[in-house]
């Protein structure tokens, strides 16, 4: 079966409540979000009036909200001593990667507060 054809609302349901059953980062298919892109523009494309135009809000709502809670889960549990962060997916990777980037730049700025040598931000 293709991915498109099995991302749906009932699949990402399944994913967010299989990660929140558990301490440990599950492993999922490492094109999730690209499917979920995709089905999520398809659904914009769609040209429907009335109540078929709700429904297919109100879809598109649904797996934004679903498609955001797995992600937090995932990176709370990334945050977590001992993760297995190889399970990661690279989208993921790439928020972490700006997260240790913050830490390190707080470090540098509050070490030199701390040992009288203020950081010169003109000098990044």
Wanted: aromatic share 4%; net charge negative.
């Amino acid at each position: 079966m293709a991915e498109q054809n099995k991302i749906n609302i009932n699949y990402l349901h399944r994913l967010a409540l299989q990660e929140s059953e558990t301490n440990t980062i599950q492993k999922i298919d490492s094109n999730l979000y690209n499917s979920i892109s995709d089905l999520i523009k398809n659904l914009k494309s769609e040209g429907y009036d009335g109540v078929k135009e709700k429904i297919n809000q109100a879809m598109i709502k649904m797996i934004s909200d679903t498609t955001s809670v797995l992600l937090k889960l995932r990176l709370e549990k990334a945050t977590l001593e001992n993760s297995n962060q190889s399970v990661l997916l690279d989208e993921e990777k790439y928020i972490l990667d700006s997260k240790k980037e913050m830490l390190e730049r707080k470090d540098v700025i509050l070490s030199g507060i701390l040992n009288g040598k203020p950081h010169s931000l003109d000098d990044q």
